[in-house]
């Protein structure tokens, strides 16, 4: 999925929230803002936009010094969701469909995201426990699929959100591949947060080599391509891998929350619905 004009805005926005964690004084902002203008004025836009925000970290990390400013949130975001786990997992385990329950505490999860959208309370009294509608709901599908694979692959996103995963995976009762970025970018996890979150525990926790905040799998180590062409089953969590997978023919499941109007317009879904998609390039194995 190609960025779109639009897509302009969300990223000088994603350059004034860094300086925000980043507590710059005002000249320090108005300069890093005029410079990340100039980056972007001549930023290739014919590629996706976790393409082109990885370009645009790596630029406000050479300006600012700091590779990981958001480090501190996502260890903050690990332990907050972590003292949410039991309650939570008790919740889902007494529904009368507990893998539906993880499945939409794990979707809820994905509002954390200093990306597209920072500005919602995640923890907001019922958030996880009484999910809103979803705008595309294909999980019988996701059920029947997961059922029958014997190798899956969870690609996975936010720091924090990685805790609802866990418990998504936990209740499933499959182990499998959990893919992570390469290095820090926004808030996205790294090896370092899905072992804080304890996926070791119910998965096995990998880099992908992938440096974007979404999985461009022109960026994968061969070995994780590997991982993925013998996958049968492959579960996409967030708007950021979805916008760089969703053109691919694979066994994939799309859960995100269509975050900005660019997604949400091209899912033909209300901006802020959460989904659960079968992708319709869905096949059964890879295709590169």
């Not at 499945?103 to 990306?115: K, M, P, Q």
């Not at 461009?216 to 916008?243: H, Y």
């Amino acid at each position: 999925m190609k960025a779109e004009s639009e897509c302009y805005l969300c990223l000088l926005a994603q350059v004034l929230r860094t300086a925000g964690v980043l507590d710059l004084d005002e000249p320090a902002v108005r300069e890093l803002t005029r410079k990340a203008c100039a980056f972007l004025a001549r930023a290739d836009f014919d590629r996706t936009p976790p393409e082109i925000s990885e370009d645009l970290y790596s630029f406000l990390a050479d300006c600012t010094g700091n590779p990981d400013p958001y480090k501190h949130l996502k260890k903050e975001h690990v332990a907050r969701a972590l003292k949410l786990y039991p309650e939570l997992k008790s919740q889902a385990e007494k529904s009368a469909d507990p893998l539906r329950a993880a499945v939409e505490i794990s979707l809820a999860g994905n509002v954390i995201d200093f990306g597209a959208n920072s500005g919602e309370d995640w923890l907001k009294e019922g958030k996880f426990l009484s999910p809103e509608p979803l705008g595309i709901d294909d999980y019988r599908l996701l059920k029947e699929h997961l059922e029958r694979a014997d190798r899956v692959v969870f690609l996975g996103d936010n720091a924090g959100e990685t805790v609802f995963d866990r418990l998504f995976i936990e209740i499933s009762g499959r182990r499998p591949v959990y893919a992570v970025r390469e290095e820090p970018i926004i808030n996205d996890a790294t090896l370092e947060e899905a072992l804080d979150s304890g996926l070791a525990e119910v998965a096995e926790p990998v880099s992908s080599g992938c440096r974007a905040p979404g999985t461009v799998l022109e960026q994968c180590r061969p070995e994780f391509r590997q991982i993925l062409e013998e996958a049968d089953l492959i579960i996409s969590k967030g708007q950021g891998n979805f916008e760089c997978l969703e053109q691919i023919s694979g066994p994939f499941f799309f859960l995100l929350k269509a975050k900005c109007r660019v997604v949400s317009r091209h899912l033909g879904v209300a901006q802020g619905s959460l989904v659960i998609m079968r992708s319709h390039n869905f096949s059964p194995r890879l295709r590169f």
